[in-house]
Nanobody, 124 residues
Framework: QVQLVESGGGLVQAGGSLRLSCAAS????????MGWFRQAPGKEREFVAAIGWRGGTTYYADSVKGRFTISRDNAKNTVYLQMNSLKPEDTAVYYC?????????????????WGQGTQVTVSS
């Protein structure tokens, strides 16, 4: 079992930055692949970024590549999403997710555990 709690969301102007954190509890965090997803009003939940259990493998959606960075600190049981050059279209609820495997996954169905989400709003 893994419990996830996101933090760090808020309101920021376009071009600004935010750093999201996801604190995990449970014995399996360090062996879990982790992902960030987001969901805007009226839209489906979409993949943002993922990281393998060691942190050496990462993958990003094309829409955030070069602007967002995913990282993890297994000693702190925390995964991060650094978001730079934010755009209004990045506005969404951002969710942290953990898989039962250490690999990198890009689909909602590949993740077993989910946080409650944190709101990110980017004003123009």
């Amino acid at each position: 079992q893994v419990q996830l709690v996101e933090s760090g969301g808020g309101l920021v102007q376009a071009g600004g930055s935010l750093r999201l954190s996801c604190a995990a509890s449970g014995r399996t965090f360090s062996s879990s692949g982790m992902g960030w997803f987001r969901q805007a009003p009226g839209k489906e939940r979409e993949f943002v970024a993922a990281i393998g259990w060691r942190g050496g493998t990462t993958y990003y959606a094309d829409s955030v590549k070069g602007r967002f960075t995913i990282s993890r600190d297994n000693a702190k049981n925390t995964v991060y999403l650094q978001m730079n050059s934010l755009k209004p279209e990045d506005t969404a609820v951002y969710y942290c997710a953990a898989s039962n495997s250490g690999l990198v996954y890009f689909t909602v169905g590949s993740y077993t555990y989910w946080g409650q989400g944190t709101q990110v709003t980017v004003s123009s």
